[in-house]
């Protein structure tokens, strides 16, 4: 007989019967909860799950990683389980979680390929795959090897597949451009107000070249295009922009999979042609549908944060935010209320689902007759499908609209809705429909929050004694504190599995952190979930018949409330949370020893140390660079004699921000971050920078890097001589001296570059002899026009002789060179 894997401390069913009753069935002791029932069905019988391979838990077992032998006989609920046992249990619990995550994975690894693989023979691989899997599946001889691979190769196939079906034209080079297009989509934001063009029709032929379909255009805020019209526009186009630095944002990669061949401005306003709509009449509908919701919020509520955060958390348009609210909420860790996620899917629908389910209860028909609670899901469910729709359908919107429509499902099914399997459905559906998305940090954050606190509350309802029992307290009283020290506890759970998983993430992406977020997300969710959401439910059920402004007045007191929490939470911290940007690698690592500690049982939990080590090693030995240089070469930011990363620029622009994002500094330091002389000089032909390492200029005994900029054909000959690193917008001749040479060609194919800088090896000259005519400080003289009068060639001549014979060893190398484009380019980067 085949045996039964059972939670801990619950009976075992075999043969449709709980182990130890009689044929008459259960007797009192044995009956069992219908949850428990519905618990035991979720997991398969042993000759239906595919093993895992037993070379992987000998390893582990091997590496001291595993549980003691007790019996062959033994199932993996006690410590003393072997660990093969164990690891089968953990496949056969959560085979698609592992399957979605391998999936994930295959996109992963197609993406940091050095060039873009052939698609016709990944997707033959992926099909044959899929088929011997399915064969050996049907047998009984399929291995979780053999469909994890198969996963990983699918992810990879779906990849291709998908970035061979977005490629659209994009332009080249900077342009000037008019036609005539469509309105596909309208962002509003503090920057102003941008149009998305589609089904564009040129005015110029521009040399034969194919022209992109669809572009971004910034128009004045007097447009008055809405989404279906067909416009005339003329304006000034740029290629995507890729990242500012190497590591950051890539604007070029979402634009590349969102059709986007082009962005730019327009001159003036756009005229509008045509009105009806077209193929966008829903859009359009719903567009307005939107703005009408909004103009009856704000008109309903006065001016202020209120009514800018009660429109944003119920039509999803934050414009009208202030930055000093929007930062107070960041620095308190609430800035996540502003994303319509799984919180506010689920606050919303199941506030549908409670009234529903009030409203019928008082009809004693539908009570006694109907089936109220799949009535009430079924109702909630469309409430919570119009909410999607009405809210912009962001990715973190239909993930939590797909969660929470399992959940009703569950409940029209009987059975369980939130489980790691719906999570992992949710995402592996996502990503099959845009694979892209695995990239995005509103993607990585939403996901890695609500698989850790499922995790977590699914071990407290396996756990025997785990669940708070309100029959332990003798009278209502006791009953009470009860109920509230498990809401309490619950959400204390909450904010710090939470915020601990999109920590990490916001710590790569955005380089932040808010370190209060624990005592903020306490003092003001409670808020969040117990007046805010159900009067913005209420406001919008009573909106038609217009009577929203009283819950519309309670919404905006307890906004108000909320964002005071926040400000008084984010005074209490010492630190702006900005901090240098996590490697990728140690995010990663973080968030799975947080799943994994989460997710696994007794001593199997000590799996999760070995990523939290790697997490640990990978983020305390990196540090961030000593040379930003950005594509356009324009921008240069590099330490100073004292380690404080400068840049050259005279105002502060994104370009800068980014940059001394990578120093986690925040970008209102700008002027105090400016270079001055000696570091920088300037002169009519170009600049020169000095750049020195993360200790500054190792007490004087290394020279620094020297940075050159030239302007004209001759200051491109002499720092060819003179310079380290040669930025040039110009030709660069095959002969140039310089140990990098990042030419215009050589930008655009590299993107903007970093550097590291270390001492050489081997130093001939630890003192540092020879400064005064040394190498830089003659490149410096000469550039800077700091040079005493030299009137003849010879004397240029024994300065670059000088130079020559430098010693190598007493000035700082390049240790190592990171750039942000991929090399050969990928089609996002082309």
């Not at 990879?156 to 596909?184: D, F, K, Y």
């Not at 999607?388 to 359908?393: D, E, R």
Request: aromatic residues 6%; positive net charge.
């Amino acid at each position: 007989m085949p045996k039964v894997l059972n939670a801990p401390g619950k009976p075992q069913i075999r043969g449709g019967r709980v182990a130890g009753q009689g044929p008459d069935g259960p007797g009192v002791r044995d009956r069992l909860k219908p949850r428990d029932l519905d618990v035991r069905q979720r997991w398969p019988a042993r000759d239906e799950i595919l093993a895992v391979p037993d070379l992987l838990a000998g390893f582990l077992q091997k590496a001291g990683v595993g549980w003691k032998q007790s019996g062959a006989g033994s199932v993996g609920a006690r410590s003393g389980a072997p660990t093969t046992t164990k690891l089968r249990e953990l496949w056969q619990t959560h085979q698609l979680l592992w399957t979605v995550f391998a999936f994930a994975a295959g996109i992963l690894a197609n993406v940091q390929l050095p060039q873009e693989p052939a698609l016709f023979p990944m997707i033959a691989l992926a099909a044959g795959l899929f088929i011997l899997s399915f064969l050996r599946f049907q047998s009984g001889k399929a291995g979780a090897a053999l469909v994890l691979i198969c996963a990983v190769v699918a992810g990879a196939a779906v990849m291709s597949l998908r970035t061979h079906h977005v490629a659209a034209p994009r332009i080249e080079a900077p342009l000037t451009a008019s036609g005539t297009g469509t309105v596909s989509d309208i962002v509003t934001n503090r920057r102003g107000k941008r149009l998305i063009i589609g089904d564009i029709s040129w005015a110029e032929n521009h040399a034969g070249r194919a022209m992109p379909q669809k572009i971004r255009l910034s128009v004045p805020d007097t447009t008055q295009a809405s989404i279906g019209d067909r416009i005339k526009f003329r304006g000034r186009l740029f290629p995507p922009a890729g990242p500012v630095r190497p590591g950051g944002y890539d604007f070029s990669f979402r634009a590349y999979f969102s059709g986007i061949g082009a962005t730019g401005f327009s001159f003036g306003a756009p005229e509008i042609i045509k009105t009806d709509g077209g193929s966008y009449r829903l859009k359009r509908y719903l567009d307005a549908l939107r703005a009408d919701v909004s103009r009856r919020i704000r008109g309903a509520l006065p001016a202020g944060d209120a009514s800018a955060l009660a429109v944003a958390l119920l039509v999803g348009d934050r414009s009208g935010l202030s930055e000093h609210a929007e930062e107070a909420l960041r620095a308190a860790g609430l800035a996540h209320v502003l994303a319509i996620s799984g919180l506010h899917m689920a606050l919303f629908a199941g506030g549908a689902f409670a009234a529903f389910l009030f409203l019928l209860s008082l009809s004693e028909t539908a009570a006694l007759s109907w089936p109220t609670h799949r009535v009430a899901a079924v109702a909630a469910l469309l409430a919570a499908l119009a909410y999607l729709a009405l809210s912009g359908a962001s990715v973190a919107t239909q993930r939590s609209f797909i969660m929470i429509a399992l959940v009703f499902l569950g409940i029209l099914t009987a059975r369980r809705g939130l489980t790691l399997r719906s999570v992992a459905l949710a995402g592996g559906a996502l990503l099959v429909l845009g694979p892209e998305r695995l990239f995005y940090p509103g993607f990585q954050m939403s996901f890695a929050a609500v698989l850790c606190l499922v995790a977590v509350y699914e071990g407290w309802s396996f756990r025997p004694g785990g669940r708070f029992s309100a029959g332990a307290a003798s009278n209502l009283a006791g009953r009470l504190a009860l109920k509230g020290m498990t809401w309490g506890a619950g959400l204390l759970v909450t904010a710090l599995v939470a915020g601990l998983a999109t920590g990490f993430i916001g710590a790569y992406h955005f380089a932040r952190i808010a370190p209060m977020s624990l005592i903020g997300n306490l003092l003001g969710m409670p808020v969040f979930s117990l007046v805010v959401m159900p009067a913005g439910v209420l406001s919008m059920v009573l909106m038609p018949l217009g009577l929203s402004v009283f819950p519309l007045t309670v919404m905006a007191w307890g906004l108000d409330l909320l964002v005071a929490i926040a400000g008084w939470t984010a005074g209490l911290s010492i630190h702006d949370g900005r901090i240098v940007p996590l490697a990728p690698m140690a995010a990663f690592m973080a968030v799975a020893a947080l799943f994994l500690g989460l997710l696994l049982r007794g001593p199997a939990r000590g799996l999760a140390l070995l990523p939290a080590v790697v997490a640990g090693i990978v983020a305390t030995t990196g540090r961030p660079p000593d040379v930003l240089i950005s594509e356009r070469g324009t921008l240069v930011a590099a330490r100073d004699e004292d380690g404080v990363l400068r840049l050259n620029a005279r105002r502060s622009s994104f370009g800068a921000q980014a940059m001394l994002e990578a120093e986690g500094v925040a970008e209102n330091t700008f002027s105090d971050r400016r270079m001055s002389i000696p570091q920088l000089r300037c002169d009519a032909v170009g600049c020169v920078v000095k750049a020195y390492g993360p200790e500054g200029d190792g007490g004087g005994r290394l020279l620094p890097l020297v940075i050159a900029l030239p302007k004209t054909p001759a200051a491109v000959a002499m720092d060819c001589r003179l310079a380290d690193v040669l930025v040039a917008a110009r030709h660069v001749p095959p002969t140039c001296g310089s140990s990098l040479v990042l030419n215009e060609k050589a930008r655009a194919s590299l993107g903007a570059v970093a550097l590291w800088l270390s001492a050489p090896p081997e130093r001939r000259n630890p003192e540092g002899e020879g400064r005064t005519g040394g190498h830089p400080h003659s490149s410096f003289m000469i550039r800077a026009g700091k040079q005493p009068d030299v009137q003849n060639g010879a004397e240029q001549d024994s300065r670059v002789a000088a130079a020559k014979s430098a010693p190598s060893t007493d000035r700082l190398a390049i240790k190592r060179i990171k750039h942000a484009r991929s090399v050969p380019p990928r089609p996002w980067h082309q």
